[in-house]
């Protein structure tokens, strides 16, 4: 007997009770969280939150997302702002790169759109920092449209579902699981049918130590069947992210620090943050700092260590350690190019590096 490929268990598709997009309905109309961006119907609403939830957990977006929308309260005023105060709002969510796509596609929607998000995917998928998953959220969630969102959370939920054996990662594997749930969209409840996957990955299908004995779908779950359904999904091994050595100086002058502006471009770029010098394992940190005043301030400074953290980014790791001088001369200490010396009121105005602010 000829055995069934992945592909073709998308082919039979049904809606009523007993059905997969059934049993998803069922489960998630009466076990919903209560999300404030699932009480609203305003698409640009549901755009700032599905932002704001990329690699980030729920409970740290709901404050971000209500002042948010105080502060901008519609694409126009988003599209408006100067990108200072954006990053300012957003301060502490991380990802900064996401917040200024995000209000470069505000313009592009204000410019080609009147303001309003379009709701073909097409159009969607042309806005900076829309992507697949994005457009599929966006559709489904904000218009009704029947077009999946593909997150890890689905990833996860529907690699089980299939025991797909296969590396999720890849796009191959992508298309066939937006296949599978493009074939088992309910008729005219696509909105409630995509929460309901993701609301399965991340209250049901958990990474580790599945709750399968609660699980709506269980019975459409071969991975389940198979009595290991945390063998999926499959990954290659990730590979180590580098780690820097970083060498942050806060520098005091009467009542004020040494701040400098990262580039516009790059990790961070146009946060303030102290200066940061990149060490290697042999340097002596001291040394470097006081070479550092040297040559910006005009007079080398003694720094004393203060403290050690490590700060982990998407691609990278920074282990850091904060050194501090103080600038006791009578005459003001030199700018550098980029810097300011700044007040802690001046300084909480800006948008800073999230982890300095530990320090103030």
């Known amino acids: 007997m000829r055995q069934e490929s992945v592909q073709e268990q998308a082919v039979e598709v049904q809606d009523g009770p007993g059905s997969f997009g059934g049993d998803v309905l069922a489960w998630y109309r009466g076990n919903a969280r209560s999300l404030p961006w699932r009480d609203t119907r305003d698409p640009y609403a549901i755009w700032v939150s599905e932002v704001m939830l990329q690699q980030t957990r729920v409970e740290t977006v709901i404050p971000y997302y209500h002042r948010f929308l105080e502060q901008f309260p519609t694409i126009a005023d988003l599209a408006a702002a100067p990108e200072e105060a954006v990053l300012k709002v957003w301060e502490g969510l991380g990802y900064y790169r996401r917040v200024k796509l995000f209000q470069q596609g505000a313009r592009q929607v204000v410019a080609e759109y009147g303001g309003q998000l379009p709701a073909e995917p097409e159009q969607l998928a042309a806005l900076p920092g829309i992507g697949s998953y994005m457009v599929g959220a966006l559709a489904s969630i904000a218009f009704n449209r029947p077009v999946p969102a593909v997150d890890g959370n689905v990833i996860r939920l529907v690699s089980r579902l299939l025991a797909f054996p296969e590396d999720s990662t890849t796009g191959r594997s992508r298309r066939i699981f937006t296949d599978w749930i493009q074939a088992r969209f309910p008729a005219g409840a696509a909105r409630d049918f995509t929460q309901g996957l993701m609301e399965l990955g991340a209250l049901i299908c958990l990474p580790k130590a599945p709750r399968c004995d609660g699980c709506p779908v269980r019975r459409h779950c071969r991975a389940m069947a198979a009595g290991d359904p945390e063998r999926f999904p499959v990954k290659k091994t990730a590979r180590p992210i580098p780690t820097e050595r970083r060498i942050v100086l806060c520098i005091n002058w009467n009542d004020r620090r040494l701040f400098v502006r990262r580039p516009d471009r790059g990790l961070l770029a146009g946060f303030w943050e102290y200066p940061n010098l990149l060490d290697g394992p042999a340097t002596d940190a001291a040394r470097l700092a006081a070479a550092w005043t040297g040559e910006q301030l005009g007079r080398e400074l003694a720094f004393a260590k203060r403290s050690e953290l490590t700060q982990v980014f998407t691609h ?45």
């Open 316 to 360: 990278r790791r920074w282990e850091i350690e904060l050194w501090e001088a103080e600038w006791s001369q009578a005459e003001p200490p030199a700018t550098p190019l980029g810097g300011a010396w700044l007040s802690r009121v001046e300084a909480s105005a800006l948008p800073r590096v999230a982890f300095l602010r530990q320090w103030d």
